[in-house]
């Protein structure tokens, strides 16, 4: 197995509040990996210390290593515009920013010095087309992001995130505020993404995880407790507390 994201006895502290503690993993290229768990077990923390959102946090302490294809992400030199730009992130909330489709998707490509209007198209319209909502929005590129569902916004911020060629594609619980339909095309999109990307989620909905996702990892009171395939985990659990979540007896 190639891992492109490794954690080696992460701790994380929200002032005295232990968070994380001890993580280790592996985390396997153009594969989808679901973190779960119940509710404040770290999931979303564990998440975002893999492109370095903890930082903003006053107070936050961190301990042990992430690499990121063998690099130290934590490292003193590490410029992390550009780590974020290798690893982007979804969040649970759709969030286009208060501009055109066209402009939400340019954004990025444009911070990062393209200008050229032939490359900004191509890119949003490959962009749009790898988040599977080219042709809902192909004629209305100059219109409001905001002006669309809440199904197609979650599907704007894929492309965004697309649009800067990551490498890794972080979700927290992105399709938690969307009806069946869109979660079932969001999905369906994750599933044809990891032939390109390296996916990592964050769900509350164990069946999601069992649908979509190729590993799966189960938190509990900030520790990892047990982590392998999803088939394996939810079949034939390692641990009696992963039995325990995964069969409804608690969380
Ligand atoms: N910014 C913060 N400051 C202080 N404590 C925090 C902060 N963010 C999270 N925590 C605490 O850290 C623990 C883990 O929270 P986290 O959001 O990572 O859990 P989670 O498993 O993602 O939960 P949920 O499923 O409810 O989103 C919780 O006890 C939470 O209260």
Redesign the pocket.
């Known amino acids: 197995m190639e891992a492109i994201l490794s954690a080696r006895n992460l701790d994380l502290y ?2 005295q ?1 232990q ?1 994380l503690k001890g993580v280790s993993i592996d985390i396997p290229a153009r594969e989808v990996t679901a973190l779960i ?1 119940p ?8 998440l975002k210390t893999l492109d370095r959102m903890n930082d903003l ?1 006053p107070g936050v302490t961190i301990t042990g290593s992430v690499q990121y294809r063998g690099k130290e992400i934590y490292a003193p030199d590490v410029d992390v515009t550009w780590l974020r730009k290798q690893i982007g992130m979804v969040f649970q909330k759709p969030n286009p920013f208060p501009m055109s489709i066209y402009d939400n998707i340019a954004y990025g490509p444009r911070t990062h010095g393209i200008r050229n209007k032939a490359k900004l198209d191509e890119i949003v319209e490959r962009s749009l087309r790898g988040a599977a909502i080219w042709d809902e929005v192909k004629d209305r590129l100059k219109k409001s992001a905001l002006g669309l569902s809440g199904g197609q916004q979650q599907r704007i911020c894929i492309a965004r995130a697309l649009a800067v060629e990551p490498d890794i594609l972080l979700m927290d619980e992105a399709t938690s505020a969307l009806d069946p339909i869109s979660t079932s095309k969001i999905e369906d999109l994750i599933a044809d993404l990891k032939n390109s990307y390296t996916i990592v989620i ?1 769900t ?1 909905n164990m069946q999601q995880a069992t649908r979509i996702s190729d590993k799966c990892a189960f ?1 509990l009171l ?1 520790e990892l407790i047990e982590y392998g395939d999803t088939s394996q985990l939810f079949s034939v659990p390692k641990d009696k507390r992963t039995e325990d979540y995964i069969t409804g007896r608690f969380g």
Not at 39 to 46: R, W
């Open positions: 929200y002032g509040t968070a768990g509710s404040g077990c770290g999931k979303s923390t564990f946090v964050v509350h938190f900030g």
